[in-house]
């Protein structure tokens, strides 16, 4: 045999014994800080109160509500179907999403909105998701101290506000029926008259007959 | 057999080959950012509020010019423009990542000076500050209650309340109680 032959096979296996010793790549997916940076920059992350409202009134199937604060806090008062994944416990020791919740996160299709009592805690746990390759995840800006004052306390607009906000103050007011539990005042002097009941006659039997 | 005929070419052509692979190899996987701590390290320093900077500490180090912190504004410009923490440098938010700014932040590393990041709300500066953290910049902070805390304390100089109101994670009222409230009206 030539001896190039030699040559080219000692060559292969130092390519490949080289391979060996490359550095081990690490198996969690993740973003790179670019990418991450591109996503933080995209103020779409961010929605309103109340296109939150309005999301649970449509009970949107592709929904998910995510609170990040603690459980005590959860049990407290929450939104409607959310769900409680306290910041606390969102990562393991070795920094990767707990797959408890990677469950419930990673579901394509799925928007996930994260709220807090502000957004901060909120913006902080999208931060760590983002950079663990989930997707479609939002921030409920200010939080449920904001939701308080725009869908459990509406105030109302000025007289000399365009007629936009009357609108959006309407909606607010119809959302914190929906969510106060929808006791809208009913007079209770307008009774409705019993419906007369008229029952049919039998029928008499033709007597007689052949 | 053809390359027998010419056999000076052949290993020609295998030390380009060589070569190219080398080069490859060096070159390779050489991203310009990447993260050194990972989320449980960087959770665990959102925990322990020790990269907060609080209003009353920031004025009182902004006042002094105190050597060992720098105010980084990463609003835009006409933002900065109108008004901002003396003192402070602008790098816009889309900036951040650039030579330059990495430059800068690495000069202030040599120094030994704290970074205080800081926006209109702190919401606004929390990503650009959690990103450098994982980046690994350790002595960076990120001002709480923003520059609008800032500027409206300068103005009034009030009585802080029990719970200051930058600490915008404390709920500001008894949600269960109002959504009572909201049922019964």
């Not at chain 1, 790549?25 to 933080?40: A, C």
């Not at chain 1, 910041?87 to 579901?107: P, R």
């Not at chain 1, 308080?148 to 959006?168: D, G, N, R, V, Y």
Request: proline share 6%; aromatic share 12%.
């Amino acid at each position: 045999m030539n001896k190039t032959y030699y040559f080219l096979i000692a060559l292969t296996f130092a390519l490949g014994f080289g391979a060996l010793f490359l550095p081990e790549k690490s198996h969690t997916k993740e973003i790179t800080p670019e990418q991450l940076f591109y996503k933080m920059n995209n103020p779409s992350r961010f929605v309103t109160t109340d296109q939150v409202a309005r999301l649970i009134i449509e009970s949107d199937p592709a929904l998910l509500l995510v609170d990040a604060r603690s459980p005590d806090q959860y049990r407290l008062f929450s939104l409607p179907g959310a769900m409680n994944i306290p910041m606390k416990e969102l990562v393991d020791s070795n920094g990767i999403i707990c797959s408890k919740w990677v469950d419930y996160l990673d579901i394509e299709g799925l928007n996930v909105i994260f709220f807090s009592n502000s957004d901060v805690i909120a913006d902080q746990v999208w931060v760590i998701c983002t950079r663990h390759e989930l997707d479609n995840l939002y921030v409920m800006r200010g939080g449920l101290n904001t939701w308080a004052e725009t869908i459990l306390k509406p105030q109302k607009p000025f007289e000399s506000s365009p007629i936009e906000e009357f609108a959006l103050y309407d909606f607010r007011r119809g959302a914190c029926q929906y969510f106060g539990g929808g006791s809208i005042s009913i007079k209770s002097d307008v009774v409705a008259d019993p419906v007369p009941r008229i029952r049919r006659k039998k029928k008499t039997v033709v007597a007689g007959g052949c | 057999m053809i390359h027998a005929k010419n056999p000076r070419r052949l290993t020609l052509s295998l030390i380009v080959f060589v070569l190219i692979i080398i080069v490859g190899l060096i070159t390779m996987n050489k991203p310009e950012f990447s993260y050194k701590n990972n989320s449980a390290q960087v959770l665990k320093s959102i925990l322990n509020k020790e990269g907060e900077l609080i209003p009353e500490k920031a004025i009182f180090y902004a006042e002094e010019n105190n050597p060992s912190f720098v105010f980084v504004d990463i609003r835009n410009p006409y933002e900065y423009i109108k008004g901002h923490i003396p003192n402070a440098i602008n790098i816009p938010l889309t900036e951040l990542l650039s030579k330059e700014t990495m430059k800068t932040f690495d000069k202030y590393v040599r120094d030994k000076t704290t970074i205080v990041i800081y926006a209109n709300t702190q919401t606004e500066a929390n990503g650009s500050w959690m990103l450098l953290k994982q980046l690994g910049y350790s002595d960076i902070k990120v001002l709480i209650g923003g520059f609008e805390y800032y500027s409206k304390e300068l103005k009034e100089n009030e009585k802080v309340p029990e719970t200051p109101e930058y600490f915008v994670e404390t709920p500001k009222y008894d949600f269960a109680k109002i959504a009572k409230e909201a049922s019964s009206n």
